[in-house]
């Protein structure tokens, strides 16, 4: 990522990285009776599609959507909030099969919760990347190559 100079475009890699990884977990859970991974396989190929994702934020992406955009501060308070985010998601996945579902098989919930997290974190995804490209094109008209609207100015008249 280094190497890639336009803060939008590492922006659209790192998205597109998340996705692909999104749809591969999404398949793997939802397809885990057709494909018949062993276990650890499985496993590790969720952990790694949820971790590609977490450390895309945590490291790269944060930082280079504050340059992309200009916003005055640092990546503090978006790592504080995305960790503070992933931890209550995980209280509330225990608490919710442990209380409203004690006796259903821990494989079956954990396979379908992260089909429907991989699906929809995919869904979101892919409109965040739509979202940054409109902003990006809204907020910096004068890029070169791409026609833009002159504002009107009145005429100037000089006295001789």
Known sequence: MVYIRSNLRALSVLLCLIICSMIVMTIISFGY???????????????????LAYLTFQTIFFDRFIACFR??????????????????????????????????????????????VGLICCVAFIFSLIYLHQRHKKENPSIPGRQ??????????TVA
Not at 86 to 112: C, H, M, Q
Not at 148 to 157: I, K, R, W
């Open 33 to 51: 009776e057709r494909i018949q991974l062993s276990t650890v396989t499985w496993l590790f190929s969720q952990s790694l599609c949820l971790y």
């Open 71 to 116: 916003i005055r501060g640092n990546v503090g308070f978006f790592i504080a909030l995305n960790d503070f985010l992933g931890y209550s998601g995980t209280i509330i996945v225990l608490a919710a099969k442990e209380l409203f579902s004690p006796d259903i098989n821990w494989t079956f919930f954990y396979n379908r919760m992260a089909g429907y």
């Open 148 to 157: 833009t609207e002159l504002p009107e100015t009145e005429p100037v008249y």
